[in-house]
């Protein structure tokens, strides 16, 4: 038997080349965006060997599927396919880590970020920059048509906020296209948050963090770029993803000592106290309830008000559905009820020692809080 050999030269994507440069694309229903975004990367970083990776969290329009079939085609594309999770944030670093490229760039599905600027950022990290971030505010870069005018005011005061932490004049921290060198992303991957959808402001405050411990500097490159509108499918940005980036800010500025999960999570408290008094006042004043059926009432709409909104806001990347939310919902009563007994006995040992009634009763009530986090974290939301 005779082995035909193929005359044809091979095309560059069938040699294999050890990448240098890792393209990360997270995905949440982007199937009509991925494999064009391709296309585009693939001629901007010319002879650049590149692997493109996909981490799609199980989107309901099959964009999962679109992937591996583009994959089968390619060899260097690959889906990350996570199934029960969601969130930009684990989902970029999931993809980074994937990779051993020594290189690694993070760009948005729906073509909004110009892929067009990758080879430019590629050289500064080259020449030396640790992290080169994409930028729609400063130079030649604009926010475009990308952004509708409430969003641009949005993003400018996020980028003030975040000023605030990262101590440093970046002009686009809240961009999610930017380019960085493995080793130093390496460094810093177990302190990130993993929450939320603002990877490179955790990324900079605790790389800079980092570095600066060891008396060096972190050098952040910039290039600008036009932010095009979005191509294909909706975005995922909404108030939540807005709630949660003010958590992380918080949790940055107390060096992240306080979670983002559970500065949520007393937040979400806060409000459950409002939603307890006025069901309180609600109960006794318009159904004439007694005290003690007002009381158990507004005990039991505060408790369930807190659990939908630490589910959708808090504990969004872990949401519980279908029969889980039933028995999550039983957990969290059970814990929020002896939360309260910690909370009562607690503050009423408290003031045997001090006197003062509205000491006594802050403590009693932070005591819950702690307690409701740490406990419900474990058996609710594991
Ligand atoms: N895997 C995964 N999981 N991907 C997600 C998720 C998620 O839960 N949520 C969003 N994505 C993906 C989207 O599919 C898209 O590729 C990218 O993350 C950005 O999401 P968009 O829905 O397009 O959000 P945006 O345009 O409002 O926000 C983007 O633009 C900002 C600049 O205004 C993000 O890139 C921000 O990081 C960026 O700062
Ligand atoms: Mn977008």
Request: with cysteine; glycine share 8%; proline share 3%.
């Amino acid at each position: 038997m005779t082995i035909e050999l193929d005359p044809k030269t091979l095309a560059p994507q069938q040699i294999w080349n050890s990448p240098q440069l890792a393209v990360i694309v997270p995905t949440f229903n982007e199937r009509a965006n991925v494999v064009s975004l391709f296309d585009k990367v693939t001629t901007a970083l010319g002879d650049i060997p590149f692997e493109f990776i996909v981490v799609d969290d199980n989107s309901p329009d099959g964009t999962a599927a679109v992937v591996k079939e583009l994959a089968r085609r390619h060899a260097n594309v690959r889906c990350i396919h996570r199934i029960g999770r969601r969130g930009l944030s684990s989902a970029v670093v999931e993809g980074i880590s994937a990779s051993a490229a020594p290189y690694f760039a993070v760009i948005d599905a729906d073509h909004q970020h110009d892929e067009a600027i990758l080879p430019i950022m590629l050289d500064k990290a080259l020449a030396g920059d640790h992290i080169v971030v994409g930028t729609r505010y400063a130079g030649s870069g604009s926010a475009g048509e990308g952004l509708s005018k409430t969003r641009e005011a949005g993003s400018r005061l996020a980028t003030r906020l975040s000023g605030l932490v990262t101590g440093k004049s970046l002009s686009d921290p809240m961009s999610g296209f930017f380019l960085m060198r493995r080793d130093v992303f390496d460094e810093i991957a177990p302190s990130l948050s993993n929450e939320g959808f603002k990877i490179l402001l955790d990324i900079i405050v605790s790389a800079g963090r980092a570095r600066a411990r060891r008396g060096k500097e972190l050098r952040i490159g910039e290039v600008p770029y036009t932010f095009r509108p979005r191509n294909a499918g909706e975005s995922k940005m909404s108030s939540i993803v807005v709630v949660q980036f003010l958590g992380l800010v918080l949790s940055k500025m107390t060096g992240g000592l306080l979670p983002t999960s559970f500065l949520l999570f007393g937040l979400v408290g806060a409000t459950g106290v409002i939603v307890h008094m006025s069901t309180l006042w609600l109960s006794h004043e318009k159904f004439g309830f007694n005290f003690f059926y007002a009381q158990v009432t507004a005990t039991i709409v505060a408790m369930t008000f807190n659990f939908i909104l630490n589910n959708e806001l808090t504990y969004a990347n872990k949401k519980l559905r279908g029969w889980r939310y039933f028995t999550g919902l039983l957990t969290f009563y059970a814990v929020c009820s002896i939360g309260a007994l910690a909370n009562v006995s607690v503050a009423s040992w408290i003031y045997t020692f001090d006197r003062s009634f509205y000491l006594a009763g802050l403590l009693g009530v932070l005591m819950s809080v702690v307690f409701n986090y740490s406990v419900t974290k474990v058996f609710t939301w594991r």
